[in-house]
């Protein structure tokens, strides 16, 4: 389960360029989080300023041809500011929308049975995360005077 604090953007442009990355699906989103951003400046019109910058980027990306952007985003740098957008993007809408969800039945219903399992399952991932540490540590200790031996034979020396 994905913790509440976290949106999935739909992954990392990238990565899934050459596994059927759709541009297509990508603009329908940024369009989707645009209209929630407007929609949300309605109801609070004056902490939100107009935005020149991205009207300027809007004007110009609109006029390209499906090709074209696909040529955009194989661009390492664009796709880099386009994704920490997103992030700043998704973390705004989250930080709109909380006190909503929470002040609904169900949202707070759902709140507070995730912090149920988050306070039951961290002390076990914490303890497995500091034995894993404290693994890696005695293998580099070991390794100093074995240098030939792999973790994984050095955790199978431990096993046995």
């Avoid at 009207?55 to 952007?69: A, R, Y």
């Avoid at 661009?75 to 969800?101: C, F, G, H, M, S």
């Avoid at 914490?126 to 894993?132: A, F, G, K, L, Q």
């Amino acid at each position: 389960m994905m913790p509440i604090s976290q949106i999935n953007i739909g992954g990392d442009p990238l990565l899934t360029a050459t596994n059927g990355y759709n541009i297509e699906e990508q603009l329908r989103q940024l369009e989707a989080r645009k209209q929630a951003l407007e929609s949300m400046k309605q109801l609070n019109p004056q902490a939100m300023p107009t935005s020149v910058i991205w009207n300027e980027i809007d004007t110009e990306v609109k006029v390209l041809s499906q090709e074209q952007l696909q040529k955009l985003f194989e661009n390492e740098d664009y796709v880099r500011t386009y994704v920490r957008i997103q992030e700043l993007v998704n973390a705004e809408i989250l930080n709109l929308v909380k006190p909503r969800i929470e002040s609904t039945p169900e949202g707070k219903q759902l709140l507070q049975e995730q912090l149920k399992l988050v306070r039951k399952m961290k002390p076990k991932i914490v303890e497995d995360s500091n034995r894993e540490v404290e693994l890696f540590r005695r293998f580099r200790e070991f390794s100093k005077t074995n240098p030939e031996v792999t973790y994984d034979e050095f955790l199978k020396t431990l096993n046995t």
